[in-house]
Nanobody
Framework: QVQLVESGGALVQPGGSLRLSCAAS????????MSWYRQDPGKEREWVSM????????DYAESVKGRFTISRDNAKNMVYLQMNDLTPEDTAVYFC???????WGKGTLVTVSS
């Protein structure tokens, strides 16, 4: 079955950086675009970024454009999210999923606070 395991979340100060990782299994990874989402407690889950099958095309929510970079390694079935210049508004649980989404993993918590 599909498994998505996110990692890399942490407490970081405003202006800091983090790199999130997502390990995917149970499907042909290279056949799917992948996305990152995030969810703040009490709010709906929101889409953050996507990357195409081969990694040549990516897109970002306006709120993270210019600060976040998505990448993937099809040989390792991994997708990454490099997050720079973090702000408290980026605090959330971050999830990865294929497009279209299937069952969700547990996510990884990013807390941006001084």
């Amino acid at each position: 079955q599909v498994q998505l395991v996110e990692s890399g979340g942490a407490l970081v100060q405003p202006g800091g950086s983090l790199r999130l990782s997502c390990a995917a299994s149970g499907f042909t990874f290279s056949s799917y675009a992948m996305s990152w989402y995030r969810q703040d407690p009490g709010k709906e889950r929101e889409w953050v970024s996507m990357i195409s099958l081969g990694g040549g095309v990516s897109d970002y929510a306006e709120s993270v454009k210019g600060r976040f970079t998505i990448s993937r390694d099809n040989a390792k079935n991994m997708v990454y999210l490099q997050m720079n210049d973090l702000t408290p508004e980026d605090t959330a649980v971050y999830f990865c999923n294929r497009d279209p989404p299937v069952q969700w993993g547990k996510g990884t918590l990013v807390t941006v606070s001084s």
